[in-house]
């Protein structure tokens, strides 16, 4: 090596130390950057090349082979999978903690109590079936059972609109993601083929995946050039520079998250996955438990009725309106008879009629009283009071079971999260301790091209 050769080394030793005191100083910068991953400065010694006859060289100094971005795939797919299952249990436990709040149950406010005042309005009527009053807190009763029933039918309408509202928004967000990401795979590649390390962009992009794994389960493919491919529910997102948007549709009175090409995906997790159960399984599927309580109870009480006499010596006559429209709601169609509404007197609380003389008795109305625990839904085998409670009771376990299986999630994401940020996380003692060995190292490589210097210029002063 020639005396001007240990110069080059000496500047090279400076070039490195700098650069890896600018790469502590950046991870210093970004320790809060959430989605930041810590830079490592890659050195290796520069190897002399080999030319025959020239003594052999101690080295040229020293290169920056790579500036590492510190990352463990595993622990990222990992977590990015957990806290897709979390996202979807915490939507299944919004969604069922809404209607637990629409039903309002156990309370005074709930429809079991209404159902109660309803059957006992009944039972005080047997005991005075020709009492003006009595019917007329009857019929009021009713009136106030069928305003609740409705009131909750649509109130879980609008949740099921809300839930709606969201599926769309959160739609538009996963295609705004994957736009985002065939954006940064772009400016990836071409950094790539400049021989640069995109690191930031790189940070991004996973910061943009794991957006993604909240909303809808995907699948991350990596290319050489630091590019990826994304498949959302089993279908492709984004393929190099290129996403491929998502879509909803509505058919037979359910919402379909679809690919570009019109497939509907198979999603596993994700918020969208929960959202999808919400709108076209959970809500519709209380509404109709209500409906098939509410036409049950419909059915069995104007058959009786219709079997019993009012004070006006009657009898045929219904106590609900009847349920005529088949594509309404039976819970919006709920309401009482006309005739009811405008005269209580033709209540049929009697169970016979003995003439002008005997107006009649409560035995009618006794045994509507008695309905409220006949086993009249289910082939039989079910009372509509335990029908009403049976649903708002697997209302209960399902929000139960999400709010576990959500906890369950939570810790795994959180141990998954706690071991990824262990590798890509910045230690601020770490770095400290690189930025005083990196500037010892600087000031070595000065005194050293120091000395160098000095040497020449005793050099040049013999000569």
């Given at each position: 090596m020639?005396i001007?050769?240990?110069?080059?080394?000496?500047?090279?030793?400076?070039?490195?130390?700098?650069?890896?005191?600018?790469?502590?100083?950046?991870?210093?910068?970004?320790?809060?950057?959430?989605?930041?991953?810590?830079?490592?400065v890659?050195l290796?010694?520069?190897?002399?090349?080999?030319?025959?006859?020239?003594?052999?060289?101690?080295?040229?100094?020293?290169?920056?082979?790579?500036?590492?971005?510190?990352?463990?795939?595993f622990?990222?797919?990992?977590?990015?999978?957990?806290?897709s299952?979390?996202?979807?249990w915490?939507?299944?436990?919004?969604?069922?903690?809404?209607?637990?709040i629409v039903?309002?149950?156990?309370?005074?406010?709930?429809?079991?109590?209404?159902?109660?005042?309803?059957?006992?309005?009944?039972?005080?009527?047997?005991?005075?079936p020709?009492?003006?009053?009595?019917?007329?807190?009857?019929?009021?009763?009713?009136?106030?059972?069928?305003?609740?029933?409705?009131?909750?039918?649509?109130?879980?309408?609008?949740?099921?609109?809300?839930?709606?509202?969201?599926?769309?928004?959160?739609?538009r967000?996963?295609?705004?993601?994957?736009?985002?990401?065939?954006?940064?795979?772009?400016?990836?590649?071409f950094?790539?083929?400049?021989?640069?390390?995109?690191?930031?962009?790189?940070?991004?992009?996973?910061?943009?995946?794991?957006?993604?794994?909240?909303?809808?389960?995907?699948?991350?493919?990596?290319?050489?050039?630091g590019?990826?491919?994304i498949?959302?529910?089993?279908?492709?997102?984004?393929?190099?520079?290129?996403?491929?948007?998502?879509?909803?549709?509505?058919?037979?009175?359910?919402?379909?998250l679809?690919?570009?090409?019109?497939?509907?995906?198979?999603?596993?997790?994700?918020?969208?996955?929960?959202?999808?159960?919400?709108?076209?399984?959970?809500?519709?599927?209380?509404?109709?438990?209500?409906?098939?309580?509410?036409?049950c109870?419909?059915?069995?009480?104007?058959?009786?009725?219709?079997?019993?006499?009012?004070?006006?010596?009657?009898?045929?006559?219904?106590?609900?309106?009847?349920?005529?429209?088949?594509?309404?709601?039976?819970?919006?169609?709920?309401?009482?008879?006309?005739?009811?509404?405008?005269?209580?007197?033709?209540?049929?609380?009697?169970?016979?009629?003995?003439g002008a003389?005997?107006?009649?008795?409560?035995?009618?109305?006794?045994?509507?009283?008695?309905?409220?625990?006949?086993?009249?839904?289910?082939?039989?085998?079910v009372?509509?009071?335990?029908?009403?409670?049976?649903?708002?009771?697997?209302?209960?376990?399902?929000?139960?079971?999400?709010?576990?299986m959500?906890?369950?999630?939570?810790?795994?994401?959180?141990?998954?999260?706690?071991?990824?940020e262990?590798?890509t996380?910045?230690?601020?003692?770490?770095?400290a301790?690189?930025?005083?060995?990196?500037?010892?190292?600087?000031?070595?490589?000065?005194?050293?091209?120091?000395?160098?210097?000095?040497?020449?210029?005793s050099l040049?002063?013999?000569?």
């Amino acid at each position: 090596m020639t005396i001007f050769g240990s110069i080059e080394t000496g500047r090279s030793a400076l070039q490195a130390q700098l650069k890896g005191m600018a790469v502590s100083g950046q991870n210093v910068a970004n320790a809060n950057t959430p989605g930041y991953s810590r830079q490592r400065v890659d050195l290796v010694a520069a190897v002399p090349a080999l030319t025959g006859g020239l003594s052999p060289s101690p080295g040229y100094g020293v290169e920056v082979a790579a500036i590492t971005r510190m990352r463990s795939e595993f622990y990222h797919n990992q977590a990015m999978n957990a806290y897709s299952y979390l996202a979807y249990w915490e939507m299944n436990l919004e969604a069922y903690g809404g209607a637990e709040i629409v039903f309002m149950e156990p309370g005074e406010s709930g429809l079991s109590g209404y159902f109660g005042d309803f059957f006992d309005s009944w039972q005080e009527l047997s005991g005075s079936p020709e009492s003006a009053a009595v019917r007329m807190s009857l019929r009021k009763q009713a009136v106030s059972f069928t305003d609740a029933v409705r009131d909750t039918y649509l109130r879980l309408g609008d949740l099921k609109v809300e839930l709606e509202n969201e599926f769309e928004k959160r739609v538009r967000e996963i295609n705004e993601l994957a736009a985002e990401v065939a954006v940064i795979n772009e400016q990836v590649t071409f950094a790539g083929a400049l021989g640069e390390s995109p690191n930031a962009l790189l940070d991004q992009l996973d910061l943009a995946l794991e957006q993604l794994s909240g909303l809808v389960d995907i699948r991350v493919y990596h290319k050489e050039s630091g590019a990826v491919e994304i498949f959302a529910g089993g279908r492709l997102l984004v393929q190099d520079q290129q996403c491929y948007g998502l879509s909803l549709e509505t058919r037979d009175n359910e919402l379909r998250l679809l690919s570009s090409r019109g497939v509907p995906l198979e999603m596993r997790s994700g918020r969208l996955k929960g959202l999808e159960e919400a709108v076209n399984r959970i809500i519709p599927g209380l509404q109709g438990q209500l409906d098939e309580i509410v036409g049950c109870l419909v059915e069995n009480v104007n058959a009786l009725h219709r079997r019993g006499y009012g004070l006006d010596g009657e009898s045929g006559r219904v106590f609900f309106a009847e349920i005529e429209d088949g594509a309404l709601p039976i819970s919006l169609q709920f309401k009482l008879d006309e005739a009811v509404l405008n005269d209580s007197a033709v209540i049929a609380a009697a169970s016979r009629w003995g003439g002008a003389g005997e107006p009649g008795n409560g035995e009618n109305a006794l045994a509507m009283s008695r309905l409220c625990n006949e086993n009249l839904m289910g082939a039989g085998n079910v009372s509509l009071m335990d029908a009403y409670r049976g649903m708002i009771s697997s209302l209960g376990v399902e929000g139960r079971e999400s709010e576990r299986m959500g906890s369950a999630f939570q810790e795994v994401y959180a141990q998954l999260i706690s071991q990824h940020e262990s590798v890509t996380g910045v230690n601020i003692d770490e770095e400290a301790l690189d930025m005083i060995q990196f500037g010892y190292a600087w000031q070595a490589a000065a005194n050293f091209i120091g000395h160098i210097d000095r040497m020449l210029e005793s050099l040049f002063r013999e000569l």
